[in-house]
């Protein structure tokens, strides 16, 4: 599985000494977990970009994954003497355990979400280990001293990776309207804290009955076709848009109407 992998073209822009403008594109892989085929995606990924947009093309990769010894760096094939290969600069975020107190202390973003990342393989199933390094990284944003929007959203993004359960959340909120008073600053407000977890609690709500509706929705079509057969459209699009409390009562009609018509109106 990739982990935010999304293929992502850059172009930039170089002055060669001559003063002429020239393109490059930067083609960024990031690799949740090992893959047997991942040097060839990237052989294949720098081999289109390039053909479409005829422009060099430096593919970097960033390897996420637990296994340390898993460095995949380049892909190629000689064949009737001709010799085709791609070698890429990667990134591999386990080597960078070791130097975890340089990563906290270090004024550079990208340096901090490693820390992050590294911190959330480590404390997996340990509540409260993940919560004292949640704080602890939250306490860090803090000091830096940054502008509101990246405090705001770094916090999301360690949010999102260091999952808690609900009481533990709570506490680092508690935490973070601590470290405000403290300082007097004002980075994620009361009102914006209430919002998120609103949210989030929304969410997760919205989430469960969309998945409940979807699952009576997929039984209650197979049932319909076991007992009428091949159905209309106009049925699909009515299931297809139907609240859980008419998924219901169709599902009841079932057992009596004689007909397709008699459990759903057209």
């Not at 892909?75 to 960078?96: M, N, Q, R, S």
Request: charged share 30%; proline share 3%.
């Amino acid at each position: 599985m990739r982990c935010a992998c999304e293929l992502q073209n850059k172009q930039w822009t170089a002055s060669p000494s001559n003063g002429d403008e020239s393109w490059i594109y930067i083609h960024i892989e990031v690799q949740g977990t090992r893959q047997a085929e991942f040097a060839k995606r990237i052989f294949i990924y720098n081999n289109r970009i390039f053909d479409r947009y005829d422009k060099p093309v430096a593919s970097l990769a960033v390897l996420a994954d637990g296994h340390k010894e898993w460095k995949p760096a380049s892909y190629g094939f000689v064949v009737l003497g001709c010799k085709h290969t791609l070698e890429f600069p990667i990134a591999k975020l386990t080597d960078y355990e070791e130097k975890l107190e340089e990563l906290l202390a270090t004024d550079n973003v990208f340096g901090l979400m490693t820390a992050a990342h590294i911190l959330t393989r480590q404390t997996r199933k340990q509540h409260q280990e993940r919560y004292e390094a949640k704080l602890r990284l939250v306490r860090i944003l803090y000091d830096r001293h940054w502008d509101k929007q990246r405090i705001i959203t770094l916090f999301s993004v360690l949010d999102w990776l260091m999952t808690l359960p609900p009481w533990l959340n709570r506490q680092v909120f508690e935490e973070i309207e601590a470290i405000e008073e403290r300082t007097k600053v004002q980075y994620i407000t009361s009102v914006e804290r209430i919002y998120m977890a609103k949210g989030m609690a929304k969410g997760r709500v919205e989430g469960r009955v969309e998945g409940r509706v979807e699952g009576e929705s997929r039984l209650l079509k197979r049932q319909l076709e076991r007992r009428f057969g091949v159905l209309p459209e106009w049925v699909t699009e009515k299931l297809n848009r139907a609240t859980e409390q008419e998924l219901e009562a169709w599902a009841e009609s079932i057992l009596t109407a004689q007909t397709l018509e008699a459990v759903i109106n057209p």
